[in-house]
């Protein structure tokens, strides 16, 4: 089968795109992880479908390159984009559905996308550091020396730990400098390794930032460019009105024979 897909990258997190509005293409994981494999495939952290939603604008169907699916933050916004170039966004707003449910989301004047998250109840203490689920789980790691710390090892470590079995975690390592944004590096689950970015990622980071006394908005710095996370704390520690922003570009689009 012939197929036309778009490649698009959001704070270096990468995506293959695909409209499957027409209900052509039903993608195996074998598929899927030949897709996003950069060597074999096209090259991705992952893939998503755009296909047709009974009453919002469009259904998110995202797959992480090992086959699996999850609420993707980044490849949200970078989905905004691309259903903006479908024709299926008004006024730049739109209400989709994804992985975990419907979100909200704006492309905002200066190209970048605001994306509406769900609700956390909770940021938790545990041997690791701290634990947020911002629609995909994640552990948040404070350390020094970020640009030199072992990423890919102790990040693996901890997505295996026992605590979160069966389905593991993503893991953050977050440093906090005077002055500036909230340095932020990420291994990821359903990847398997270090992204560039992760949107779910910084958006934990963030909350438990105000944990540690940080405001609303918080600004953070992956290797792949900056985002921002605004929000509201109540008193008891719960988080409203979350909103993941950053920009979403498309990098090339083609054909391929599946």
């Given at each position: 089968?012939?197929?036309?897909?778009?490649?698009?990258?959001?704070?270096?997190?990468?995506?293959?795109?695909?409209?499957?509005?027409?209900?052509?293409?039903?993608?195996?994981?074998?598929?899927?992880?030949?897709?996003?494999?950069?060597?074999?495939?096209?090259?991705?952290?992952?893939?998503?479908?755009?296909?047709?939603?009974?009453?919002?604008?469009?259904?998110?169907?995202?797959?992480?390159?090992?086959?699996?699916?999850?609420?993707?933050?980044?490849?949200?916004?970078?989905?905004?984009?691309?259903?903006?170039?479908?024709?299926?966004?008004?006024?730049?707003?739109?209400?989709?559905?994804?992985?975990?449910?419907?979100?909200?989301?704006?492309?905002?004047?200066?190209?970048?996308?605001?994306?509406?998250?769900?609700?956390?109840?909770?940021?938790?203490?545990?041997?690791?550091?701290?634990?947020?689920?911002?629609?995909?789980?994640?552990?948040?790691?404070?350390?020094?020396?970020?640009?030199?710390?072992?990423?890919?090892?102790?990040?693996?470590?901890?997505?295996?730990?026992?605590?979160?079995?069966?389905?593991?975690?993503?893991?953050?390592?977050?440093?906090?400098?005077?002055?500036?944004?909230i340095?932020?590096?990420?291994?990821?689950?359903?990847?398997?390794?270090?992204?560039?970015?992760?949107?779910?990622g910084?958006?934990?980071?963030?909350?438990a930032?105000?944990?540690?006394?940080?405001?609303?908005?918080?600004?953070?710095r992956?290797?792949?460019?900056?985002?921002q996370?605004?929000?509201?704390?109540?008193?008891?520690?719960?988080?409203?009105?979350?909103?993941?922003?950053?920009?979403?570009?498309?990098?090339?689009?083609?054909?391929?024979?599946?």
């Amino acid at each position: 089968m012939l197929f036309t897909f778009s490649k698009y990258q959001a704070t270096g997190n990468d995506f293959v795109l695909i409209d499957n509005r027409a209900g052509t293409l039903n993608l195996s994981v074998e598929q899927v992880r030949l897709l996003c494999d950069r060597h074999f495939g096209i090259g991705a952290d992952g893939l998503i479908l755009i296909e047709p939603h009974p009453t919002a604008d469009f259904r998110l169907v995202y797959y992480n390159r090992d086959g699996s699916q999850s609420l993707c933050g980044n490849g949200s916004r970078a989905a905004v984009v691309f259903a903006g170039c479908l024709g299926l966004i008004r006024n730049g707003q739109t209400v989709f559905e994804a992985y975990d449910g419907l979100h909200e989301a704006r492309i905002m004047p200066n190209g970048w996308v605001r994306l509406r998250m769900h609700d956390v109840a909770d940021v938790r203490e545990n041997t690791y550091g701290q634990f947020v689920n911002t629609g995909s789980p994640h552990v948040v790691q404070w350390v020094s020396g970020i640009a030199t710390f072992s990423v890919a090892e102790t990040g693996a470590k901890i997505r295996h730990a026992e605590a979160f079995a069966p389905g593991g975690t993503n893991v953050n390592f977050a440093e906090a400098l005077a002055g500036g944004p909230i340095l932020v590096r990420t291994f990821e689950r359903g990847v398997e390794a270090e992204t560039l970015s992760c949107g779910t990622g910084v958006t934990a980071v963030a909350l438990a930032a105000a944990r540690r006394g940080f405001t609303s908005p918080v600004h953070l710095r992956t290797p792949g460019g900056e985002l921002q996370v605004e929000f509201k704390m109540s008193q008891t520690g719960t988080f409203s009105d979350i909103f993941l922003s950053g920009p979403a570009k498309m990098v090339f689009q083609g054909n391929l024979e599946l």
